[in-house]
């Protein structure tokens, strides 16, 4: 069994297809997707995606930092809202982080959303999915000064160096998203990966963005997940189903949740 640890399932990418595409990535051994939030206008969405695969898609709930505007408190107070009523069970506070990318002029209140939602993600004894981009530096400088043992979490789509990687796995509570970048001739992580321990890894696609080799370039989905595995046991030279099963276990531990394969 294979676990999208990070799939925007619920996005309107996939509303052409969306029951073929989910039984494409039952047929590929992807039994759960995990679902990251990105702003307000994108939980109702969330929300019914769940609802149509109540056993098998898990909402997160965050403000994804490429959307931390001059509104952005605004947003937080109704993603707070969200988190703190009992009325919907989330498996993680995200996505949240920093995105240099885009937009460097938003840097304090990216990190004023990111640092929030850290300490609600405390507060509530979930796990944190961080996205980052072109902003390792600034965001584990967050990390390193909030970081404690009721911290949790993932760096999302890891494009990182192996020294970061290993700054990432020395806070403790903390595993590295591997997706598609793991299959590109220029992303890099495939000449170190096989030197971090398969414990400090999940995987994920990040559908319908960053699809794999051969399908670079075009709409990513969660059966894709299984061309990431296929690339890991290839860097790890272990069968694919040590993959599955290694990082199916982390996802369980991480999450805190058993993901069943039967249900």
């Known amino acids: 069994m294979l676990i999208d640890s990070h799939t ?7 509303d052409a297809d969306f029951d073929l ?66 009325v919907r069970k989330y498996v993680a506070v995200g996505e949240i982080g920093i995105d240099l990318y885009w937009d460097k002029s938003t840097l304090d209140i990216q990190v004023e959303a990111f ?3 850290i300490e609600w993600a405390k507060i509530l004894k979930l796990p944190i999915v961080i996205h980052v981009r072109d902003a390792f530096d600034e965001t584990l400088e967050v990390i390193d000064r909030l970081n404690d043992e009721w ?10 160096t192996k020294e970061q990687a290993q700054h990432i796995i020395d806070y403790g509570g903390f595993k590295l998203g591997i997706g598609g970048v793991v299959t590109f001739k220029n992303g890099k992580i495939d000449q170190f990966i096989s030197d971090i321990d398969l414990k400090h890894l999940i995987l994920e696609t990040d559908a ?32 694919v189903e040590e993959i599955a099963r290694a990082t199916t276990q982390n996802c369980r531990a991480l999450f805190n949740r058993e993901f069943s394969d039967h249900e």
């Open 208 to 239: 319908p963005y960053l699809a794999p080799v051969p399908h670079r370039g075009k709409r990513n989905e969660p059966a894709y997940t299984k061309l990431v595995a296929e690339k890991l046991a290839e860097c790890y030279q272990l069968p």
């Open 21 to 86: 595409m989910i039984a494409r990535a039952k047929q590929a051994g992807v039994q759960h997707f995990l679902m990251p939030n990105i702003d307000v206008e994108y939980i109702e969405a969330l929300h019914k995606t769940a609802d149509r695969l109540p056993y098998h898609a898990h909402p997160m709930m965050g403000l994804h930092p490429c959307s931390v505007k001059d509104d952005f408190q605004q947003q937080l107070d109704v993603i707070h809202e969200h988190l703190f009523k009992p």
């Open 115 to 117: 640092e929030q939602q």
């Open 151 to 160: 911290l949790t979490g993932v760096f999302h789509c890891f494009t990182g």
């Open 8 to 14: 925007h399932i619920y996005h309107e990418d996939f």
